[in-house]
């Protein structure tokens, strides 16, 4: 049982570039989230989804675009990279069960934008 | 503003001490709190959770301890090991109702034999 699936683990990319970066899982969670890892700033919350095609914000969404087809896969598309957009992304599931209960990390994608 | 923050220094301590890491948050008032591990080139696993109503939770070597009128929590690792040795972060949801945490920016712990 895999759990959570990053695809790819690292990626380079140029600037104006369309990349995405894919996060499946095997739970059937519901609750679906994006977030970005960066020096001093911690883990930021980019997009969340709470059920298939149901998808909101989170705290930095611009510049981003995702997709909730089906409950298992939640891509995040950055649609013209830009070198900000350089970073650790992390895919994270939740029940949707009690609150408090954990969320469930994948091992993240490193994406580097020269 | 709000903000949640942890000491960015790492913690250096010898085995068998007790490493005590400190997460304080302004602004915020968390129905829970979550404390997680974070190993070089993995994802956050899950630790432990506090309630507001609770004011220290145990689990093994673990205690995390929480203040709401300080706004902080404490997370202690008694007997700590070399394979103590992460990043811990806390995170806590401020009640979205849809645990969209928000975590801090994690205090690595470094323990030597």
């Known amino acids: 049982d895999a759990g959570i699936t990053q695809s790819p683990r690292y990626k380079i990319t140029e600037t104006g570039r369309q990349v995405t970066l894919m996060c499946h899982q095997t739970?059937?969670?519901?609750?679906m989230f994006w977030y970005r890892q960066d020096l001093g700033h911690g883990l930021r919350l980019i997009y969340y989804?709470?059920?298939?095609?149901?998808?909101d914000k989170g705290e930095v969404p611009d510049g981003y675009v995702v997709s909730r087809s089906k409950t298992e896969n939640f891509p995040l598309t950055l649609e013209s990279a830009t070198r900000s957009q350089t970073s650790v992304y992390f895919c994270?599931?939740?029940?949707?069960?009690?609150?408090?209960?954990?969320?469930?990390f994948g091992n993240g994608t490193r994406l580097t934008v020269t | 503003s709000q903000k949640i923050e942890q000491n960015s220094e790492a913690l250096n301590i010898q085995e068998g001490k007790t490493a005590t890491l400190t997460c304080n948050y302004t602004?915020?008032?968390?129905?829970?709190l979550q404390w997680y591990r974070q190993d070089p080139g993995r994802g956050p696993v899950f630790l432990l959770l506090?309630?507001?109503?609770?004011k220290e939770k145990r689990k093994e070597r673990l205690k995390v301890t929480f203040d709401t009128t300080l706004k902080q929590s404490l997370f202690h690792i008694t007997a700590s090991q070399p394979a103590d040795s992460a990043t811990y972060l806390c995170?806590?949801?401020?009640?979205?109702?849809?645990?969209?945490?928000?975590f801090g920016t994690g205090t690595r712990l470094l323990v030597s034999p």
């Open positions: 994270a599931t939740w029940t949707g069960g009690e609150l408090g209960s954990p969320l469930h």
């Open positions: 602004n915020y008032s968390p129905a829970y």
């Open positions: 506090i309630r507001e109503n609770e």
């Open positions: 739970w059937s969670h519901s609750y």
């Open positions: 989804s709470a059920a298939a095609d149901i998808t």
């Open positions: 995170a806590l949801d401020p009640n979205t109702g849809f645990q969209k945490l928000v």
